[in-house]
């Protein structure tokens, strides 16, 4: 006997992807505002019905199977395309009309947009954006299950993203911030080889300015080293007054904090070491021509605002 598909709900396709997402029936009842019962419930009839499984349960954690994996990227399809069709019910037809979720390093969001976010709102007068900072790879995760159409974050890739479309907005230096009494802070431009991995202070090691650092260090010197972590890029700027530590800190922070009393700045001795900053978002998604604009726009008020940004 064939399933009844009228038996599935919309309602149920947020619960299939918020289990897979919070890998936690008590997490996704949370998320839902559900009952853990009821959730557990609904989810068991649509098993039954179906004839399939498609979380494996323990006591300790919930894994989605091979087939239930290909169930919840149909269910974004899904909702993403009912997002759509309320769209064009409501007659915006293009996401500039609209609204739009963006993602955005906690790392760059305060330096780079106090100073673009006029020109934006000029350029686009009709769109109604809604920020979220956070960390690359939460960021990724939440534009991957629709909660964000679109994220600003460094490039490549990783390879659990690779399939989402990019464009490159533009490539940011790093420079060296040290206390004034460092002896990096007596060079004019710093060697990679002189950091000090046992006197470097990075950010916690879920944010990817952390893996962008230890990229440009020797990695056998590094896995022995004790660095010192802390949270925040300004945390880092605090943490070098009166001390022998220096940072990894990328440009536009670097020039945000360039007032800083006892700290100094120098450049690195190659002006290839940085990170490439880019827009992303999902390959299906309807209005990625209207993104691909937004994003062209971004990095051209990048670059005029920010003379020190360079083309990626």
């Known amino acids: 006997m064939t399933p009844d598909i009228a038996t599935l709900t919309f309602r149920d396709l947020e619960y299939i992807i918020a289990i897979d997402y919070c890998k936690s029936f008590r997490i996704a009842a949370q998320e839902c505002a559900v009952s853990q019962p009821a959730l557990s419930a609904q989810i068991k009839k649509i098993e039954d019905v179906f004839d399939i499984q498609i979380f494996e349960r323990t006591n300790r954690e919930v894994i989605t199977t091979s087939l239930g994996k290909n169930i919840v990227k149909q269910c974004h399809i899904i909702l993403e395309e009912l997002e759509m ?177 006892g700290v100094s700045l120098k450049p690195l001795n190659s002006d290839h070491i940085g990170r490439t900053i880019g827009l992303i978002w999902r390959p299906r998604y309807k209005f990625s021509d209207s993104l691909r604009e937004f994003g062209l726009t971004i990095g051209k008020a990048a670059l005029k605002t920010y003379p020190f940004l360079r083309k990626p």
């Open 85 to 261: 069709l309320g769209s064009v019910a409501r007659g915006s037809e293009s996401l500039m009309n609209g609204t739009l979720r963006l993602g955005i390093l906690e790392t760059l969001s305060p330096y780079l947009l106090g100073r673009l976010m006029s020109q934006i709102s000029k350029a686009y007068p009709n769109l109604k954006i809604v920020l979220r900072e956070s960390k690359r790879d939460e960021m990724l995760e939440d534009l991957r299950v629709g909660k964000l159409e679109a994220v600003i974050s460094t490039l490549p890739l990783p390879s659990s993203a690779s399939n989402f479309c990019f464009l490159k907005l533009f490539f940011e230096r790093f420079r060296i911030a040290s206390s004034i009494k460092n002896d990096l802070s007596k060079r004019k431009a710093v060697n990679v080889s002189k950091i000090d991995p046992d006197r470097l202070i990075l950010l916690d090691q879920e944010f990817s300015l952390t893996e962008q650092t230890c990229e440009i260090l020797d990695h056998e010197i590094l896995a022995s080293a004790t660095p010192t972590f802390t949270t925040s890029i300004e945390a880092a700027y605090m943490m070098l007054k009166g001390s022998d530590k220096h940072f990894v800190v990328p440009e536009l922070a670097a020039q945000w904090n360039r007032e800083i009393k």
